[in-house]
Structure formats: C-alpha cells, structure tokens
C-alpha cells in the first residue's frame, strides 16, 4: 500500500514537472514571439538616436536643448547622479514593494480589485512601477507617451497585457536597470521626458541636487503631466506635491517639521522656451556635439556671468535703431576660457537678424589693429613710447589718409597718436614696417586678415582694409594681459591652449599703459576698482562700431553694427561701443587687482624732442621740448626720417653780428661762422609756434640775405586771394561767403587745412608745381586760421574773421 502511494504521489509530481515545463516552454515562446523593445535594453544603439542634445554652462547648467529625433526632451541620467530624495519619494508614494515584487505585486491587485467590486469603478490601478515601465514601453503607448493616464487603458486585456510586459522586464533586467529606466523615461509634461530633464526645464537645476518639496513635486508629476506643469499649472502642481508629502509624512519616510517646511516652498517654474541662454553658442557647439555623437555637451562658460552680459545688451538695445544688433564675447586671459558669448543681442528679435552669429561674422575691424602695429614698431627698435610722429596731411603713393575728425594734430607722440588713434601716424610707421610683415605677424596668432580675391596687404590694413572676427580680435588682445603671448580663444575644456607670441613682453607693458594709463610713466597703478585698458574702432562708413578691453583677468570685445552691413549714421566706436564695454567691465564684479609687474626690458627715461634721443646724451640747447618715455630695452631710437628730405633734422646755421643774425653763403661776411642746431621736420613748420623752436632759427635774417627764397625748412608759400588779418562777410543779399584762392611756390600736392581741419587736396605730380586752387566757404564767425602746405613741407598760413553768417 505504502509502495502504491509513493507511485501515486511520482505520478502527480510528474504531471506538475510536466505543466510546469510546458508553462515555462510557452513563456520562453512568448518572451520569443514579443521580445522586449529595444528601448528597454541599457546602452542599446537604438536609444542613441533618441537622446535630446543639451549643451551645459561650467557649472552644469543647461544653456540651451534640442529634442531626440523622436521629439523628446530627455537627458539620461544613472540612480547615481539622482537626488537620494527623489528615489525616496518616488518609491514610497508609488511603489513601496519595489524591491521585492516580482513585477506585479499581489496585494496591491487584491486590493484594487476589492474597491473596484465595492465601487463599481476603478478607484486605484494597483500598478507597480515596473508596470508603469512596461506601459512607457508599450508601442501602441508611443503616440501617447506623454501622458500616463491617456495611455493608461484600464481594460482587463490591456492590463493583463501590462502585467506580463512587466514579469518579462523582471526577467530579463535588475531591478536599478528597471529603476533607471523609469528615471528616463517617465513622462514630465510636454515634451520633456525622465527626471533630469524635468528637473533642468523647470527647476533649472540638476536631479542630483533636489530638495524635498522638489523631488516630491516631480514625483508626483508624471500621473498627469499635463495637468500638472509647473509652468503652466502651479496650483494644481502644488496640491499634487503636498499630498506625495503628507503621504511621506504618515509613512515615517521623512520627520514631520521637514514635511511642513517643504510644504511652505511655492511652486513655480517660467516657461519652458525662456530657459535658453547663450543660444548662438550653443547651436555652435551642438553641431560639434552632433559631429562627435555626444547628447550632453559641456563648455567653459560662465552661466552667471553670461545672465549678466545678456542683460546689459538688452538694456542697451532701446538706444539704438531697430535693426542693429551687438556681439560680445568675454576670454579669461589665464586660459583662453571663453566665459560669456553673445552672437546677437536679442534672440527673439528677427528684425536685427538674431540667428546672424556676429562672434564669427568677418567684418572691418577699423582702427582696432592699431595696439599691434605700434607693439610691432617698438620690437623693431623703431619707437619709444614719446617718439615724434608726424600728424599732418602726407601721401603715400598715392594713398592719403585723413583722420576719423577730418583735423590734424601735428606733432604727436607714439602714445598720443595711439590713444586718440590718429591716422596718418599709424599708416606712415605700417609704411616702414611692411604690410605684408604685419599681416602675417598677426596671422600666426590666430588673427587672420581677409583681403578681396588677388589683392595683397597695403597700407589700408592699419584703418580696416581688411576684414576679421571678433573672436580672433579678443584673442589676439589677450597678449596685453599675457606678456605679450596671446592664446586662442577655447569653448570647452578639451579644447587645447593654443598659444603664440605676438609681442615682447616689455612692448606688450608698454601698449597696455598707454591704453590704460596715457603711457606716462610716472602715473600711479590703479590697483583698486577698474582697471582696463581699451581701444575703439570703426569702419568705414560707420559699418561696424568695435570696442576692445584688457583687464587682468579678462578680456573683452563688442561690435555693434547690422549684420547685412548697412551703415549706421553716427554710431561709431567711441560713443556707442565704448560705453557698452565699460558697462560690461562693471558687470564683471569686483576683482581682485594684483600689483603691476614692470618688466626688467622696460624703462623710463627722459628724452628731448625734435631728435628723440635720451635727454641725458642731447645737448641743451638741442632738446626743444623734453618728455619721460618708456623704453625698451634700454633703446631711445632717433626721431624717424622723414621722407623726401635728404637734410636729417640736424643742421649747422652760419651766424655773424656776434651771433646776433642769420646769414647764407652768398651773403655770409668775413665773421661768419656755422653753429650746430636742430629743427623740426619740415611737414611739422605749420604747427611749430616761434617759441618752440631753435633760437638760432628764430634770428633775423641778414639785411640783404635771401635765405627765406632759397627753398630751405624756412622757404614759405604765397596764398593769393586773401590777405592776412582781412574780415570777410557775406555780398548783400547773401548768407553765405565763397570765395576762391590760389598757392604761389608750391611743388607737388598740396594740403589745405582750415582751423587744422583738411580743407581739400591739390594734386600735382611730385616736382611739379601745383595748379588750380580750392573754394574757402567758411561755415562759422570769427577768427579762423587757413594754411597751405606743399608735399616739401614748406607752407603758408594767414589768419582771418568772418563776420555776418
């Protein structure tokens, strides 16, 4: 009998083996027949194509992001880099047996079924969050994933549906597999998907670094994600966050006083498409994001420091005509970091051609290259920082510049002629260094000069006969901060530093002072405030309007102009670039200003104008007017050459009388002897007053000499048509006077300048006398001043007075 019962007992077990067998063979075919999605597989190629591109601040903040190819806003994240808050919230108000069911957990269906018998209607689901997973995955779901509770169909089919997908996803993942999908995928309003997303879009900040009311506010918002946005529903929002606390609360999770304190946070998110910064930046470096298959892209910027630039632009927009747009781009001098970066200054506004990233767009860069041409002259050995340079009318074969004033100066010195960026100065020193020299001296620092097809650097470079980028200005402008060696401007950390040298370091002191400080040495350091040296710049026609700064830490650079290179009337560089960089110093912050370092190439010496040597090596008498320079290297080179003239600016001059009177050879006595004295170059007489030049050159002529005829630095022109000291006034019936003249004596072109302000040109051949004359049409009553001035440097000058206009 025992025997028989032991075989009754095989046979049953037999027969469970067999159901079970059978069972187990009909769900490895169905697990065959409806494989999982392909979503639902970590680190499946399938999933790449999805992943939203996100470009992130150094700090991690997001500036800007562009849905997967499926439309989503989804940014993946592990458990890892997720607030322990969050997990905590989720699990305990929407799955507490997470960790131990199966895949479905049958108490909750117990239950849910008993209050639908008792209800007649479904109160609870019963869901487990792996069934919550099964349905972000189920394909007839995919069109209405957004939303758990549309795509939550609560038929028995479709439920029985869910609760096997979910018994194949416990099957075949772990548990934090299944967790981190969720984490991803969940709906969160729109067309933001998973936590960080959420978080990121709303919040503005990462899950890692949620509070308690914010991990229980996005806990709750995938069980309605579009009643429940923040951004467009806070109040129902806020509800739904409570009730996950107060759930929290009962549960034991978290101490009652952190719930009532979580509770008291408001909740409230701007609009999704506000969240955007630096957006030009950002498209630039999605593309290299795309290029290398990365979704989260980071770069070197500065989220607040960007915040800031972004508001100063936008505030200077209303002064400024509605289709003008700004670029500005802020470098840390340390590293070439780029820490803020504006395109355009407003993103929205297509009348100013946002979308147009004027950061790279190629431009005139105006009188911008300045700083590099005189750095340039002082490592040749050139210039010192108080060389004489001669601010007047000249020609270069057949190029003659004029000043952004249309006035001449006269005699300048290096650092005025580059503070006040003066012309001509700057054309005559590239002149003698070489364009082409000067050009490639820039391009091997990253700062490439664009020239039409075939042509060839000249002498228009120095005023924007070019074109270039901002960005490869600002960074050739570092060198001023980095002792003369610039460094490329970087958009993230894997970028390498790229450095060059530009300047010598004592040449690099000595621009930077002058732009900062005058270039008097002498003058106190600014070691407290703001400490920047700038240079303006515009193009011609008023096309492009530059601004560039150097301050310890950073430097900066504006354009401001209309993308499609329409000129702008009356916006130029100093009025309307320069107040805007120096708003945008202010907005760095305070900085902590280290001592200046002066180099041991650099020195400060006396010297004496009109030869330009060391005051201490010039004779007295010879030193007309004396100026404390920087030098470099010790070097004081002479006043330039001038051109044309064989005389050097040296000359002996034959006295008799005791010295009393000037006399020539062909008149000299027999007590006539040469003494040494010096003069001013010869385009510089019309500006030199008797008082400031030799007093040998003041003496009397000889009664009889015909020194002041015989063509020397002396010779005058004759201006017909007007007489000095004359008043002019308008004809009766007239309200304006013109009133035609004529130079007697002239070789070569000839110069008018009314007031020091060109007048006209008078061209003729080199050698040959000048023909014609110009038309005086004064503007103004009063005293004025006229002066012709030929190309040998001789001239004439009257003065008159208008009276009646």
């Keep these: 009998m025992p025997a028989r019962l032991n075989l009754k007992r095989w046979a049953r077990r037999r027969r469970v083996c067999g159901v079970l067998a059978l069972l187990a063979l009909a769900l490895l075919a169905l697990d065959r027949l409806f494989p999982l999605p392909a979503a639902a597989w970590p680190d499946s190629p399938a999933r790449r194509p999805l ?22 806003m989804r940014h993946r994240v592990t458990i890892e880099q997720v607030s322990p808050r969050y997990v905590e919230a ?3 108000y929407e799955d507490r047996a997470f960790w131990w069911h199966p895949g479905i957990n049958p108490v909750a269906l117990a239950r849910a079924a008993w209050q639908w018998v008792r209800a007649g209607q479904v109160v609870s689901g019963g ?29 028995v089919g479709a439920k029985a549906r869910q609760m096997l997908r979910a018994l194949q996803l416990e099957w075949h993942l772990g548990k934090r597999e299944i967790l981190t999908l969720y984490l991803n995928e969940a709906p969160m309003g729109g067309m933001v998907e998973g936590v960080e997303m959420a978080a990121q879009a709303y919040l503005g900040k990462s899950a890692r670094d949620l509070s308690q009311a914010e991990a229980a506010l996005l806990a709750a918002l995938p069980q309605s994600p579009s009643r429940l946005r923040p951004d467009r529903h806070p109040a129902q929002a806020q509800a739904a966050r409570d009730k996950v606390l107060d759930r929290l609360m009962s549960q034991g999770v978290w101490p009652a006083a952190e719930v009532r304190d979580a509770q008291l946070e408001k909740v409230f998110a701007p609009p999704l498409r506000s969240r955007v910064l630096a957006p030009l930046f950002a498209e630039r470096l999605r593309q290299r994001g795309l290029k290398a298959g990365t979704a989260v892209v980071p770069s070197l910027l500065d989220a607040g420091l960007q915040l800031r630039l972004e508001q100063v632009l936008l505030d200077r927009l209303n002064t400024l005509p509605e289709q003008v747009s700004i670029a500005a781009l802020i470098v840390d001098n340390r590293d070439g970091a780029v820490r803020a970066y504006a395109g355009s200054a407003d993103f929205g506004d297509m009348k100013r051609a946002a979308h147009v990233d004027m950061v790279r767009g190629l431009r005139s860069p105006g009188s911008t290259l300045k700083p590099f041409l005189y750095a340039m002259a002082l490592d040749q050995g050139l210039v010192h920082s108080e060389s004489l340079l001669i601010d007047a009318p000249q020609n270069f074969g057949g190029y003659a510049p004029g000043n952004f004033q249309a006035d001449f100066s006269g005699p300048v010195s290096v650092s005025e002629a580059l503070q006040r960026s003066l012309n001509v100065p700057a054309v005559d020193l590239l002149d003698r260094i070489g364009p082409e020299r000067f050009a490639a001296q820039l391009r091997g620092a ?35 901060a980095r002792g003369g060696e610039a460094v490329q401007p970087r958009l993230q950390a894997a970028d390498p530093v790229r450095t060059t040298r530009l300047m010598s370091e004592g040449a690099a002191f000595i621009v930077r002072e002058i732009l900062e400080n005058g270039g008097r040495p002498g003058a106190p350091f600014r070691e407290s405030g703001a400490r920047i040296a700038w240079k303006t710049g515009t193009s011609f026609g008023f096309r492009d309007a530059w601004a560039l700064g150097v301050t310890d830490r950073y430097t900066l650079g504006v354009w401001m102009g209309r993308p499609d290179g329409t000129p702008n009337p009356g916006h130029f560089g100093a009025n309307s670039a320069a107040p805007l960089l120096r708003d945008l110093a202010a907005a760095l912050g305070p900085q902590q200003l280290a001592p200046r370092r002066q180099p041991a190439s650099v020195q400060a010496a006396a010297v004496c104008w009109p030869l330009g040597r060391l005051a201490s090596s010039t004779p007295p008498d010879q030193c007309l007017q004396q100026r404390t320079a920087w030098l470099l290297d010790g070097a004081a080179p002479p006043t330039l050459p001038e051109r044309g003239v064989s005389q050097g600016l040296e000359m002996q001059v034959m006295v008799e009388g005791a010295g009393r009177e000037r006399v020539s050879g062909d008149c000299a006595g027999p007590g006539a002897h040469s003494v040494p004295a010096v003069r001013w170059p010869q385009l510089l007489q ?49 309200t304006h006077i013109r009133l035609p003249l004529q130079v007697l004596g002239a070789q070569g072109a000839v110069a008018w300048l009314l007031d020091g302000q060109l007048l006209a040109w008078q061209d003729a051949p080199a050698g040959a006398a000048a023909r014609g004359g110009v038309l005086l049409q004064p503007q103004r009553n009063g005293e004025q001043q006229l002066t012709a001035l030929d190309a040998q440097g001789r001239y004439a000058r009257l003065r008159f007075t208008v009276q009646g206009l």
Excluded at 51 to 72: F, I, K, M, Q, S
Excluded at 460 to 476: K, P
Excluded at 694 to 723: F, N
């Design 51 to 72: 992943e939203a591109v996100v470009v992130l601040a150094e700090d991690g903040t997001p500036l800007r992001y562009w849905p997967g190819a499926d439309g989503a």
């Design 127 to 155: 869901s487990t969050l792996t069934m919550q997973v099964a349905r972000l995955l189920d394909p007839e779901c995919a069109d209405r994933r957004r939303n758990l509770q549309t795509c939550a169909t609560r038929t």
């Design 90 to 92: 989720l699990l305990h």
């Design 446 to 480: 990253g700062l490439r000069l664009r020239l039409p097809a075939n042509a060839t650097p000249n002498l228009s470079l120095i005023l924007g006969g070019g074109s270039t980028r901002l960005e490869e200005l600002v960074g050739a402008y570092t060198a001023l």
């Design 686 to 734: 019309p500006w030199i007053e008797p008082a400031q030049r030799h007093p040998l050159e003041r003496l009397p002529w000889k009664s009889g000499c015909r020194g002041e005829a015989q063509g020397g630095p002396s010779a005058r022109l004759r201006i017909v048509g007007l007489e000095p000291g004359t008043v002019l006034r308008p004809s009766p019936g007239q």
